[in-house]
């Protein structure tokens, strides 16, 4: 909460402050504690196959390969963002910031994500093209 009290924003995860009842605003901001992020490696006990097997996946994909693993964090930063999952971006904003990135190519990562999800958000605007083009016909 003090993060986001320093950013200006409302603890709640809710964009428009004042939107929710301050008792729900209060519901929601129990659910994403950045001290949970510390706690990840915990969700193992439930099913720790599994979570040895995404291990095995999760780690070796973020080591430099053709691309540099500043390149791959960058990446992850961008996907945590158009994702909004805010323990991706409280992790991959400090993992970008030690590769040596700066808020302002994190800022070019976030424009390039939104630009691309809008044209997402766009082409799947041709479902409702053809769909249009049938029933009118």
Known sequence: RARTAALGASPAYCPWPGALPSSEENLMASYFDDKDL???????????????RFMQYYGPAFE????SRREKVL?????AQSSQC????????QQALEQGLTMKHLAEAMHAAA??????????????????KKVSM
């Open 75 to 79: 990446i992850g930063f961008a996907v």
């Open 115 to 132: 630009s691309l999800k809008a044209g997402i958000t766009l082409a799947h605007g041709l479902v409702a093209h053809n769909i249009d």
């Open 38 to 52: 510390a706690h990840f490696g915990d969700l193992k006990e439930h099913a720790p196959d599994l979570w040895d």
């Open 64 to 67: 430099p390969g053709l691309l």
């Open 86 to 93: 805010p323990y991706c971006i409280d992790s991959y904003t």
